[in-house]
């Protein structure tokens, strides 16, 4: 099947039974309104039995009649919406595997069910500027709708302004039209939509998620806000690697990792059994991630590094081989992500992040674990002072290779303790105070600076395994020399701003 994805940009407003469109060439930039006709919509909307779907913001439903009939789903994207289609295949009423890869982090095991019926007579007007381009359409909607899960009906009248594709206009001037457009609609008649979703509406509303537990300051509170919020963010950048969107991977892979720094640091607050657990099953997560993630840098850095060499002093045969063998590494590791994403061992994982985050399990479980003021710093403090500690190792390591594991050691305990601040001030609006935010600018610059390090390490391996083998091809190998040279004078400077670093957190 051929998916397409597209930004839906619109506004939805409320309107009664008399109300007419009012004339909207007026506006600048708009030559004339396009009649567009009447259709009828027919769509069949779907999800889990306790509306997991509907609760993050996402739709699913299969579309028949108008210019865009098929499957349709629909996620969160800022202030606007993602749109995802897929053709229909035959008459089936049951959503074809492609589109359940889209929510399959929500679906797991699970089967979706059909929860609306939703037809609607959509009369539509096209704003076109004077080279003819669309600007906006104008929907004006008369939405009959039944809940299947109850058997309401309800009935309604809405009109939606869409923005329309093409050369996209520069922000503010699209800003611009979109309020003009506003301004007349609601001149007319109109007011803003109660509901931006037209299934929420047929059922009745948007389910809400489940409060937090826990006395507002204590340690529950705070840490069970913190724990869902990069939970959220794990789910929703699930299907953003699914449709290999750019960056997806690694900030998946930021978000499991986020989870086991703050399962780390936190330990001593959480009862061990599950929190030991859930790390376990997270790092199982992180292995192929990695790995993928890896394969996605080493391109990169293919690119920069060579972009970064005189005109023609890399032969094109070098590049060839660089880029061929890092393209098939990082697909290996991506069709292997893919596996791991549809396997029972993260459907697992993800039902146990679900109920570890329902009620964070905290030691004795009394008084909600105290105030999250006087104990959750001390915990920041420990995974500091381990850093410092593993910071001092590798200064003193003596073999170049015994100080390359344990700078990277100090890279990772460093994200850790970056990680764990920041997922909680970022989620609860918790505020460690002066000296741990101190902490954390170092943490991050640390690891800025071994990242560095570390990729250039990586990426001179990755050399000798290319000359190895362009050397067994027959081909001339040099190339591959002047670069790996060229990565100690990157790995000395980071060496340099490692130690600077480290002794300001110390």
Same mark, same amino acid.
């Given at each position: 099947?051929?998916?397409?994805?597209?930004?839906?940009?619109?506004?939805?407003?409320? %309107?009664?039974?008399?109300?007419?469109?009012?004339?909207?060439?007026?506006?600048?930039?708009?030559? &004339?309104?396009?009649?567009?006709?009447?259709?009828?919509?027919?769509?069949?909307?779907?999800?889990?039995?306790?509306? &997991?779907?509907?609760?993050?913001?996402?739709?699913?439903?299969?579309?028949?009649?108008?210019?865009?009939?098929?499957?349709?789903?629909?996620?969160?994207?800022?202030?606007?919406?993602?749109?995802?289609? %897929?053709?229909?295949?035959?008459?089936?009423?049951?959503?074809?595997?492609?589109?359940?890869?889209?929510? $399959?982090?929500?679906?797991?095991?699970?089967?979706?069910?059909?929860?609306?019926?939703?037809?609607?007579?959509?009369?539509?007007?096209?704003?076109?500027?004077?080279?003819?381009?669309? @600007?906006?359409?104008?929907?004006?909607?008369?939405?009959?709708?039944?809940? @299947?899960?109850?058997?309401?009906?309800? /009935?309604?009248?809405?009109?939606?302004?869409? %923005?329309?594709? *093409?050369?996209?206009?520069?922000?503010?001037?699209?800003?611009?039209?979109?309020?003009?457009?506003?301004?007349?609609?609601?001149?007319?008649?109109?007011?803003?939509?109660?509901?931006?979703?037209?299934?929420?509406?047929?059922?009745?509303?948007?389910?809400?998620?489940?409060?937090?537990?826990?006395?507002?300051?204590?340690?529950?509170?705070?840490?069970?806000? /913190?724990?869902?919020?990069?939970?959220?963010?794990?789910?929703?950048?699930?299907?953003?690697?699914?449709?290999?969107?750019? *960056?997806?991977?690694?900030?998946?892979?930021?978000?499991?990792?986020? @989870?086991?720094?703050?399962?780390?640091?936190?330990?001593?607050?959480?009862?061990?059994?599950?929190?030991?657990?859930?790390?376990?099953?997270?790092? /199982? @997560?992180?292995?192929?991630?990695?790995?993928?993630?890896?394969?996605?840098?080493?391109?990169?850095?293919?690119?920069?590094?060579?972009?970064?060499?005189?005109?023609?002093?890399?032969?094109?045969?070098?590049?060839?081989?660089?880029?061929?063998? /890092?393209?098939?590494?990082?697909?290996?590791?991506?069709?292997?992500?893919?596996?791991?994403?549809? &396997?029972?061992?993260?459907?697992?994982?993800?039902?146990?992040?679900?109920?570890?985050?329902? $009620?964070?399990?905290? +030691?004795?479980? +009394?008084?909600? *674990?105290? +105030?999250?003021?006087?104990?959750?710093?001390?915990? %920041?403090?420990?995974?500091?002072?381990?850093?410092?500690?593993?910071?001092? !190792?590798?200064?003193?390591?003596?073999?170049?290779?015994?100080?390359?594991?344990?700078?990277?050691?100090?890279?990772? !305990?460093?994200?850790?303790? $970056?990680?764990?601040?920041?997922?909680?001030?970022?989620?609860?609006?918790?505020?460690?105070?002066?000296?741990?935010?101190?902490?954390?600018?170092?943490?991050?610059?640390?690891?800025?600076?071994?990242?560095?390090?570390?990729?250039?390490?990586?990426?001179?391996?990755?050399?000798?395994?290319?000359?190895?083998?362009?050397?067994?091809?027959?081909?001339?190998?040099?190339?591959?020399?002047?670069?790996?040279?060229?990565?100690?004078?990157?790995?000395?400077?980071?060496?340099?701003?490692?130690?600077?670093?480290?002794? +300001?957190? &110390?």
């Amino acid at each position: 099947m051929t998916r397409t994805e597209s930004l839906e940009i619109e506004r939805k407003y409320d %309107v009664g039974t008399h109300e007419v469109v009012p004339d909207l060439t007026g506006i600048t930039g708009v030559a &004339s309104a396009d009649d567009g006709g009447t259709v009828v919509l027919e769509a069949l909307y779907f999800d889990l039995p306790d509306r &997991s779907l509907l609760r993050h913001g996402i739709t699913l439903r299969r579309r028949r009649g108008g210019k865009d009939e098929g499957w349709h789903t629909k996620f969160p994207a800022d202030a606007d919406r993602l749109e995802v289609q %897929v053709p229909l295949s035959g008459t089936g009423d049951t959503p074809p595997s492609e589109v359940l890869d889209l929510v $399959r982090v929500h679906v797991r095991n699970s089967a979706l069910e059909p929860v609306a019926r939703i037809t609607t007579t959509r009369t539509i007007t096209t704003l076109v500027d004077a080279a003819g381009t669309p @600007l906006i359409e104008i929907s004006d909607d008369v939405v009959d709708a039944e809940d @299947l899960t109850t058997g309401v009906e309800r /009935s309604w009248r809405e009109w939606e302004a869409e %923005v329309q594709g *093409g050369e996209p206009a520069p922000d503010d001037a699209r800003q611009a039209l979109v309020d003009a457009v506003e301004h007349s609609l609601l001149n007319a008649g109109a007011a803003p939509a109660a509901s931006t979703s037209k299934l929420a509406r047929a059922m009745g509303g948007q389910p809400q998620l489940a409060p937090v537990h826990g006395k507002p300051g204590s340690v529950r509170n705070v840490l069970t806000a /913190s724990f869902r919020q990069v939970a959220a963010e794990l789910v929703a950048w699930d299907p953003r690697v699914r449709r290999h969107e750019a *960056g997806s991977l690694h900030q998946l892979r930021v978000k499991a990792r986020t @989870l086991r720094s703050m399962l780390k640091t936190y330990r001593p607050l959480l009862e061990g059994g599950p929190a030991g657990e859930l790390e376990g099953q997270l790092k /199982s @997560l992180g292995r192929n991630l990695s790995a993928a993630r890896d394969a996605e840098v080493m391109q990169a850095l293919i690119v920069t590094r060579i972009a970064n060499r005189p005109p023609g002093s890399i032969p094109r045969h070098v590049m060839r081989r660089l880029d061929k063998s /890092s393209a098939a590494r990082y697909q290996k590791a991506y069709s292997a992500v893919l596996r791991d994403l549809n &396997s029972a061992e993260y459907f697992a994982t993800l039902d146990a992040l679900d109920e570890f985050t329902a $009620r964070v399990p905290l +030691k004795g479980e +009394k008084n909600n *674990g105290g +105030k999250a003021a006087t104990n959750l710093p001390p915990a %920041v403090n420990r995974q500091q002072e381990i850093v410092v500690k593993s910071a001092q !190792r590798a200064s003193r390591a003596s073999d170049l290779d015994s100080q390359l594991e344990l700078l990277h050691e100090v890279r990772k !305990r460093s994200k850790r303790l $970056r990680y764990a601040i920041r997922s909680v001030e970022g989620a609860s609006g918790f505020a460690f105070g002066g000296q741990v935010g101190k902490s954390m600018k170092s943490s991050e610059k640390i690891q800025d600076i071994l990242g560095t390090h570390r990729d250039s390490v990586l990426f001179q391996e990755y050399l000798l395994k290319a000359s190895r083998a362009a050397r067994r091809a027959g081909e001339n190998t040099y190339a591959y020399g002047v670069l790996h040279e060229a990565e100690n004078s990157i790995q000395a400077d980071a060496e340099r701003k490692f130690r600077k670093s480290i002794r +300001k957190l &110390s």
